[in-house]
């Protein structure tokens, strides 16, 4: 069964570097998200992206944060300037149509950790 | 009023009994409610969801119930088991302003059953 990858499944990192996670969203879908989980709390939504653009964005997305899909098959999600705050489990999802964009399909995801 | 409320935060059942996991909402553009299982160190997994037109819905063990006028719905787990151990979550999602949908998560249920 296809599914959401993202790697990497950790990542260590100091504060005020930037990182960037990837995901490999299911390869005929068309709407890709971010989400994160800081530990111990709800998923929160970061960003939705489709066509190339972002759809929409939460307030947690502010200007630290960027997506791009660079390829046909790559999904990242960039932080330029890490935080301590940022220290969470973050999620990639994928649905395949506007229709079904309710099913979201999440990879196992990647835990970052800012010192 | 985005919020989604769930409770209880953790729940403690024998094997073959009945674990209910409840949650609310305020907003009324809520169209579909989505129930995930989360296991640790994997990604939210979709379990079953239903639309507000209909009071219940049922795959295999899990029903969920929707009381639309109280703004409530519920996650039933029958005849539950040691496997069904894991992290719960209910979710709500209403039509897009962009291109896709985004979830808002409760704060999520843990659960564990006793063999």
């Known amino acids: 069964e296809p599914e959401v990858t993202q790697t990497p499944s950790h990542q260590v990192t100091q504060m005020g570097q930037e990182v960037i996670l990837r995901c490999v969203p299911i390869s005929n879908h068309l709407y890709f998200y971010w989400y994160r989980q800081i530990l111990g709390q709800k998923v929160e939504f970061l960003v939705s992206f489709y066509n190339n653009e972002i759809s929409e964005k939460s307030e947690i997305f502010d200007d630290q944060f960027s997506v791009e899909r660079p390829d046909g098959s790559n999904f990242t999600l960039k932080i330029r300037s890490t935080k301590l705050e940022d220290s969470a489990m973050y999620f990639c999802?994928?649905?395949?149509?506007?229709?079904?964009?309710?099913?979201?399909?999440f990879g196992p995801g990647t835990r970052l950790t800012v010192t | 009023q985005q919020q989604v409320k769930q409770s209880p935060q953790s729940l403690i059942v024998q094997k073959g009994g009945i674990s209910i996991i409840n949650c609310a909402y305020e907003n009324t553009a809520f169209d579909y409610f989505p129930w995930y299982q989360q296991f640790p160190g994997k990604g939210p997994a979709l379990l079953i969801a239903?639309?507000?037109?209909?009071s219940e819905k049922k795959e295999g063990r899990f029903t969920i119930s929707f009381n639309k006028s109280a703004k409530q719905f519920s996650l039933h787990i029958m005849d539950s088991q040691p496997g069904d151990s894991a992290t719960y979550f209910c979710a709500a999602s209403s039509p897009p302003s962009g291109s896709a949908r985004q979830l808002t998560f409760g704060s999520g249920t843990q659960l564990t059953v006793l063999p």
């Open positions: 239903i639309r507000p037109d209909v």
């Open positions: 999802a994928s649905t395949r149509t506007y229709v079904r964009s309710y099913e979201q399909y």
